[in-house]
């Protein structure tokens, strides 16, 4: 049972009320959170388009509504860091957003690297371990971290790749819905195996409603189509939070084990009613504050 000291804030992701982000922002206080994350990767928040002057404008009107960055997310998609000929801008994009994150109050950057290979004789194994070597060491110069999210791949498998980087500036985002949904993986053991990574988490539910092939859902990383996906026509469907096979009182309570400290932040990536779907996920989040 969970104890006493679960105090962890709640964040949402801004940009699923698809209101745009000054009013995704206001919606995220309205609802309840303490803070935010936020995509960063095109339009106003892209971070070519933004100066110094309107970042500390922007950290000025985000902490003014009471609110934090908990991550920003920089995810450009294709397959993640598996194509030497893309990697290179991929890096350097990621890298600026990170400086962005830095300028926003957050040291946290999420984003995907594509499906870890089974061996890491793997050609494409070592490609990866390159592009996130420097990656991790950039981060790890600047006291912050790119964070991939769970669910690609199994989480001995994620671990046994982060093990085999020089450092610790590439950590996990850790979704447990992803894993329920797409791999069979047990959310709550996956805490405990890459407790030495978490950085930050995700709150989201789903079912899986037959065996489903990872290449199929990450193989190209398409965010449209993992949300058409998960409607339920590719073996799995997000649900709103308590509604699916996430085990939330015992994945909790696995974050509270391992001393996790940051934000439980709520992803809701389809249905016709966000606001009302991630309004709900703030209380079912705040409900186990007074168990």
């Not at 006493?4 to 309840?32: H, M, Q, Y």
């Not at 933004?50 to 397959?79: F, Q």
Request: glycine share 12%; charged share 25%.
């Amino acid at each position: 049972m969970m104890g006493v000291g679960f105090t962890n804030k709640i964040g949402v992701i801004s940009d699923s009320f698809g209101l745009g982000p000054r009013e995704g922002l206001k919606k995220a206080k309205e609802i309840g959170a303490d803070g935010v994350q936020i995509w960063a990767i095109a339009g106003e928040m892209e971070p070519d388009n933004l100066t110094v002057e309107d970042r500390t404008e922007l950290r000025n009107y985000i902490s003014g509504l009471g609110l934090e960055v908990s991550a920003l997310c920089a995810d450009y998609g294709g397959h993640g860091f598996k194509n030497p000929e893309e990697n290179g801008w991929k890096i350097e994009k990621s890298k600026q957003v990170l400086e962005l994150a830095f300028d926003l109050g957050t040291n946290i950057v999420t984003t995907h690297i594509g499906i870890i290979p089974e061996s890491s004789d793997d050609p494409e194994y070592a490609i990866m371990q390159q592009a996130c070597n420097e990656l991790a060491a950039y981060a790890s110069s600047r006291g912050g971290y790119f964070a991939i999210e769970t669910g690609p791949e199994p989480a001995e498998r994620l671990k046994k790749f982060l093990d085999s980087l020089d450092s610790k500036g590439v950590a996990v985002n850790f979704d447990p819905a992803n894993m329920v949904m797409v791999t069979g993986d047990d959310p709550v053991q996956g805490v405990y195996t890459l407790r030495d990574y978490i950085v930050h988490t995700h709150v989201k539910d789903g079912v899986r409603l037959r065996e489903v092939d990872p290449r199929d859902v990450y193989g190209v990383l398409d965010h449209e189509q993992i949300a058409v996906m998960a409607e339920g026509g590719a073996g799995f469907r997000e649900v709103p939070l308590g509604e699916g096979n996430v085990d939330f009182e015992a994945y909790f309570t696995a974050l509270q084990d391992i001393g996790y400290a940051g934000y439980l932040t709520v992803e809701r990536e389809v249905g016709e009613r966000p606001e009302n779907d991630i309004r709900a996920a703030v209380k079912f989040i705040q409900s186990y504050r007074h168990r």
